[in-house]
């Protein structure tokens, strides 16, 4: 599966993006996914991750009740609501895919977008 992500951008503390993920195949269904961030000078960190029917969540504690992560089988396609953002929300926001694990792990994951750059400014 290939992975597209998008609607990163430079947003003022406090206020609101929605990232996008869209995948190409006929399987998307059939994978969990995830949602994962990278600041400068920073490991990889999970941020949230969706299971393939969309019935199990999990987030990061650091993203609770701010972030909220959703799919839409038909459309391929995998959201992630950020609210509240935080300085410290700013790094670039990658999604990834993969059919055996529902992980927090990023080495469990075999398929990742680009990345979308999102920037948050005091």
């Known amino acids: 599966v290939q992975l597209q992500a998008s609607g990163g951008g430079l947003v003022q503390a406090g206020g609101s993006l929605r990232l996008s993920c869209a995948a190409s195949?006929?399987?998307?269904?059939?994978?969990?996914m995830a949602w994962f961030r990278q600041a400068p000078g920073k490991e990889r960190e999970f941020v949230a991750r969706?299971?393939?029917?969309?019935?199990?969540?999990h987030y990061a504690d650091s993203v609770k009740g701010r972030f909220t992560i959703s799919r839409d089988n038909a459309k391929n396609t995998v959201y992630l609501q950020i609210n509240s953002l935080k300085s410290e929300d700013t790094a670039v926001y990658y999604c990834?895919?993969?059919?055996?694990?529902?992980?927090?792990?990023?080495?469990?994951?075999?398929?990742w977008g680009q990345g979308t750059q999102v920037t948050v400014s005091s």
């Open positions: 969706i299971s393939w029917s969309g019935g199990t969540i």
């Open positions: 195949g006929r399987t998307f269904s059939s994978y969990h």
């Open positions: 990834a895919a993969d059919s055996r694990h529902y992980s927090p792990y990023a080495s469990d994951y075999d398929y």
